[in-house]
């Protein structure tokens, strides 16, 4: 039988409200929460890491980091199939995608979390564990790198972002849609990806800011990153990728001092582009060196950059590595 190694970090799916405190608490361990399906063991040989309890603001990149380190350990024993991963959903897509971009084996990691914790009637979390185990044993989900699957729709890492505070079919993929459903009676991919980036790094960049452009934002929070020491700058811009003129001279200064400035938008969905050419637009960002982001959220395209920093602090080697072959 196929062996899969279970990763529980905390998040709703490990929560139980605390009559106490008014609110939901980590309070569940792996064990206890497999041991809501007891027809789980039929399917494969489950193997439990208890790995934090930890709701999804309180994981760092450092968590992640780490935890990419023990799902490499697990994937290289033959015996394992796959890896699933339980996470609060708030961060969930950040750590998927640092997972995806860390993931070089064909075997497949599902990273699933729950809507409702376990006090309440709907609680999500074994419907998403019972979905995550028959994906990862799934012959069609090898390849496919990290998937995000919730509300038995699975997602890329790279195109899934939380939607939604409280519905449970939270997470899609805006841009390019799902990858396939988990039905009744088989996993069905409709579709593979085509490319997907991965980076090859021994280190971790920590210190990269992000920050939300609005209407009349000046630059005093670029500014205070860079002087505070910050080695990277995302910049979530309004629409297709531009920003309030009065951030520029914050923007260029960062520039000039050789950090990387990643674009993003702060929209809900798709691609920043230059395709326009007044002060402060994508054009005018494109021409003074800034690198861009494709469709990634702020979010992930800060932890693109947190790994792609591990590997070189050049700007013109880290526009390559991010824009070339872009796949987002
Ligand atoms: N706030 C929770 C968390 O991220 C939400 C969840 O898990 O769904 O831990």
């Known amino acids: 039988m196929n062996t899969v190694v279970f990763f529980f970090t905390g998040g709703t799916i490990s929560m139980k409200v605390d009559p106490v405190l008014g609110g939901a608490v980590p309070a569940l361990s792996g064990e206890e929460i497999l041991a809501h399906d007891p027809e789980l063991s039929r399917l494969a040989n489950l193997e439990v890491v208890n790995f934090g309890r930890l709701a999804g603001p309180q994981v760092t990149p450092q968590h992640m980091w780490d935890l990419s380190e023990q799902i490499r350990a697990a994937l290289e024993r033959s015996e394992v199939s796959g890896v699933v991963v339980t996470h609060g959903t708030d961060t969930l897509e950040e750590t998927a995608f640092f997972l995806d971009l860390r993931h070089h084996s064909p075997k497949p990691v599902v990273v699933i979390g729950a809507m409702r914790n376990a006090s309440e009637l709907s609680y999500d979390g074994p419907a998403n564990v019972r979905a995550a185990v028959r994906v990862a044993i799934d012959e069609g989900a090898c390849g496919q790198g990290v998937l995000v699957l919730l509300n038995e729709t699975i997602h890329a890492a790279a195109h899934a972002t939380k939607m939604d505070t409280q519905a449970i079919d939270t ?9 396939g459903i988990v039905d009744k009676d088989r996993v069905y991919f409709a579709r593979m990806l085509k490319y997907r980036q991965t980076i090859v790094t021994s280190a971790l960049e920590l210190r990269v800011d992000l920050f939300q452009m609005y209407a009349g934002a000046d630059g005093r929070f670029i500014d205070s990153a860079r002087v505070q020491g910050a ?7 309004t629409g297709r990728g531009n920003v309030p003129p009065m951030t520029l001279p914050a923007i ?12 993003a938008t702060r929209c809900a969905q798709g691609r920043v582009l230059d395709a326009y050419a007044y002060e402060g637009s994508g054009k ?16 992930k395209a800060r932890i693109l950059l947190m790994l792609a920093l591990g590997i070189t602090s050049e700007v013109k080697e880290l526009k390559n590595l991010i824009e070339a072959g872009q796949y987002f």
């Open 171 to 179: 997470f899609q993929s805006p841009v390019f849609g799902p990858l």
């Open 252 to 263: 260029q200064r960062a520039i000039d001092a050789g950090l990387p400035v990643l674009l």
């Open 231 to 237: 080695r990277g700058i995302v910049i979530e811009g």
């Open 284 to 299: 005018d960002l494109r021409n003074r060196g800034v690198i861009f982001a494709g469709s990634l959220t702020g979010a």
